[in-house]
């Protein structure tokens, strides 16, 4: 069974490079711009991964997992921040708000899909 992802994500350019990975792999794939988008485009589906960027504008990656974290239909989705951030503060941060994994960009497609299947386990 193929595995839904909503990718979130304010860069055009890295929303189609992982639209284009994650569709060769098998995957269908919901895309939002900001974290107040990616809310709005969760009320309409349910994934099975989230991908989210931590920089965004409007709502932030932070605000964003604490926001899926505190709703009871989406609180056990697997979330991956997707960022150009290696500070180990804001990886402690993000994974206080609740993310299940941390990869930097840019991204290899093949180890993306490895860990979305292995957080969707």
């Given amino acids: 069974m193929s595995k839904t992802i909503l990718t979130v994500d304010d860069s055009?350019?890295?929303r189609e490079m992982l639209k284009a990975a994650l569709?060769?792999?098998g995957m269908e794939v919901f895309?939002?711009?900001d974290g107040v988008h990616g809310l709005e485009?969760?009320?309409?589906?349910?994934?099975?991964?989230?991908i989210t960027d931590i920089n965004m504008p409007r709502m932030d990656g932070f605000g964003f997992i604490e926001a899926v974290r505190g709703s009871d239909k989406h609180r056990a989705i697997p979330i991956l921040v997707l960022t150009t951030e290696s500070v180990d503060e804001k990886k402690d941060r993000a994974r206080r708000a609740?993310?299940?994994g941390w990869i930097i960009k840019p991204f290899d497609p093949v180890?993306?899909?490895?860990?979305?299947?292995?957080?969707?386990?």
């Fill in 111 to 121: 180890k993306l899909v490895n860990a979305i299947n292995r957080v969707a386990a």
């Fill in 12 to 14: 055009r350019t890295i």
């Fill in 98 to 100: 609740g993310a299940s």
């Fill in 41 to 50: 485009v969760l009320e309409g589906c349910t994934p099975d991964v989230i």
């Fill in 23 to 25: 569709l060769d792999a």
């Fill in 31 to 33: 895309q939002a711009e």
